[in-house]
């Protein structure tokens, strides 16, 4: 088994009689089915439906004083802080920005479970998050039975599941939901109640407007750079992302990416060839959420 302690991620805190009715009405997940030991994935969004952050979030077992913990960029904690802040108006909560982390453990079962630790809800195959502060992430990995390796190992897994990340994959307050693949990864809770820029995320849902989206791409031993076009003969298709190991993700038109492939025009990236790994998902809808 390894683990990574992560440094770009951050921890917000929230607290108070209030929190959960608070926290549900802004934010994508069901907060409703949170308890201590389960993470949902979720992000806060401007009214037009586009992500300010996303984050994981659990509930905080009452011995530890109760609350809900939100596992985000870490460059983006105080921003999601003032924006709950913003929000607060005479509701009962607190808002605070802490000094934790997150440890990631996958490849493998924990030998033990540890306090603020749960499964990523995105993907079984990313394993379990444990809310640490830095210092305790060689103990920590040594309870639970883990390598601790560099972070960018599990950079290189995550790009290798196609799970997109903020900043990286795509970039906040200028994406939908929809377009990376939040509903594909249990980021929004369809059927729960109102929340900042639902009825643009419920829309998409419905009308199936999604042009755009996040998927994994195949790449020879040169990676281009992050934000870079992807093109189709000469006609822009899309951004590549981030890259690892012959692997990447990038944000495209599907549709047009699609026609390309029909056609049989080679897609390139700085001049570099990549292929989808898996070709259909830019013909076929995807499958609708239960959750």
């Known amino acids: 088994m390894k683990s990574a302690f992560l440094p770009d991620r951050g921890v917000v805190k929230v607290a108070g009689e209030d929190a959960r009715n608070f926290l549900n009405g802004l934010i994508t997940t069901d907060v409703d089915r949170l308890k201590p030991g389960l993470g949902r994935f979720g992000a806060l969004l401007t009214p037009q439906g586009k992500i300010i952050v996303d984050f994981l979030i659990t509930e905080v077992p009452a011995g530890h004083g109760g609350g809900f913990l939100m596992d985000c960029p870490k460059v983006l904690a105080e921003t999601l802080a003032t924006k709950l802040k913003f929000y607060k108006l005479r509701a009962k909560v607190t808002v605070e920005n802490l000094d934790l982390g997150v440890l990631a453990a996958w490849d493998g079962q924990l030998a033990a479970q ?83 820029g639902q009825e643009v995320v419920s829309r998409m849902q419905h009308r199936g407007t999604a042009r755009t989206r996040s998927v994994k791409v195949l790449l020879d031993d040169i990676s281009p750079e992050v934000g870079v076009s992807i093109l189709a003969g000469d006609k822009p298709v899309g951004t ?52």
């Open 240 to 291: 590549m992302g981030s890259s690892a190991q012959g692997k990447g993700i990038a944000l495209v038109r599907i549709d047009r990416v699609a026609d390309a492939l029909d056609a049989g025009q080679p897609l390139t990236a700085g001049g570099l060839a990549l292929t989808l790994a898996e070709p259909d998902v830019v013909r076929v809808p995807a499958k609708q959420p239960t959750a």
């Open 114 to 196: 540890p306090d603020l630790a749960f499964a990523d809800p995105r993907n079984d195959a990313l394993g379990t998050r444990i809310l640490i502060p830095e210092d305790l992430k060689q103990k920590l990995s040594d309870l639970i039975g883990a390598d601790l390796v560099d972070a960018a190992d599990y950079e290189a897994h995550r790009i290798a599941l196609g799970v997109p990340r903020g900043g990286l994959d795509f970039m906040y307050s200028d994406a939908f939901p929809h377009e990376t693949n939040m509903d594909r990864l249990a980021g929004v809770d369809f059927d729960k109640g109102c929340y900042v």
